[in-house]
């Protein structure tokens, strides 16, 4: 048999690999449904479906390996990091999938929950006020209009995979859907600034600075106090805590 390793875990869901199978273990199967619906419209790589049976999700592995981690170098070349650029935009530019996915939360909602989050980070002493309301003013260039787009809601650079330059799948898509595609283009980028402009490159059309920077704090704002509370750890260096010390 072959060694069972545990990819991810935390109380909303497990990834674990099998040899060349990954399990999604996701008791939210509604999480499942779109994730399985999004793979099956995205006009990019992605990974092959090898059965499902409630609550277990099974994949096949990718050729390659991901472009990289959050807070740790990337290895991979300037051309790698345009690719996945234009491996985004025939996404974003795919026909929108039926529902709204993570990137698509409306500006009311999403304020909410900045300010809401905001202040639990203060008063429970988890970051400096400075800090937050820094950030908080930063954040505010997101809360924008926008048009829909085909969006991931997750692109993290450890979901997609390289071989050399070719971009050879994207994982993770439980949060897929409608949304604001510069959420995607700053989730991709975010603590890996050195790379954005391979990033736009590859994209190939102009983008708010702005609201990247600006998604780079809302983000990392809103993630906090989940991942610490999850055992990961956003203070370590070149994470969230990292990107909101730098704007």
Known sequence: MDEVKVVVAHSERATLRVGDVFLKVDADQARVD?????MAL?????????????????????????????????????????AAGAAIRKLHDAPLPSRPGRAGRSIVALTAELD?????????AVLP??????????????LRPWTPAFTHGDLQIAHVFIDGDEITGIIDWSEAGQGDALYDLATFTLGHEEHLDDV???????????VIHAWWSLRSLLAVRWLAEHGFDPFAQGCEVDVLRSR
């Open 34 to 38: 779109a994730e399985v619906e999004a």
């Open 42 to 82: 995205a006009p990019v790589p992605t990974p092959e479906i090898l059965w499902r049976k409630p609550p277990v999700l099974a994949i096949a592995a990718l050729k390659g390996a991901t472009l990289g981690r959050l807070g740790e170098p990337s290895t991979a070349s300037p051309a790698a990091w345009a």
């Open 116 to 124: 809401d989050e905001c202040e639990l980070l203060v008063t429970n």
């Open 129 to 142: 006020l400075d800090l937050v309301t820094r950030n908080r003013q930063v954040a505010e260039a997101a």
């Open 200 to 210: 736009i490159a590859g994209y190939g059309t102009d983008i708010d600075l702005d």
